[in-house]
């Protein structure tokens, strides 16, 4: 059943007519009417399917929450955190700190002879081949 304070033109509401339009904004007084089963039906299922959809939400809620809580907090300790090591790495007094984190081992250094030397003999190889 349709209001009688809402029109329907041309598919489109036309509330050009509206009687409490510009009033104050508490509910119309009621009107008294009976509803067929099949709007009862309808009623009952549009309910039940917001009943549906507000949990839904309500569930996706209270799981973005605190991952987002969870991510600002750690955005924010990280940033906290990489200043302050930044600063210990770079502003102490002496440099063996530094030399320290930037030192090779003794094992990295002994393939780099190896590798260099394989290079060089690699290289020789070439202007050999290059000569005949």
Known sequence: RVVDSVR???GSLSLDKNPYRGKST???PAKVSTLSDREVLEANVL??????YFKIVRAA???AVPKAVMLMMVNAIQDIL?????QAIY????????SGLT???EEVR???SEVKKLVASLRRGIAVMREL
């Open 47 to 52: 309910r039940q399917l917001l009943e549906h």
């Open 91 to 98: 502003l102490t007094e002496d440099d063996g700190a530094f």
């Open 103 to 105: 030192r090779e081992s």
């Open 82 to 86: 990489q200043e302050r090591l930044m």
């Open 26 to 28: 508490s509910m119309p």
């Open 61 to 63: 809620v209270l799981d």
């Open 8 to 10: 329907m033109s041309t």
């Open 110 to 112: 002994r393939r780099r």
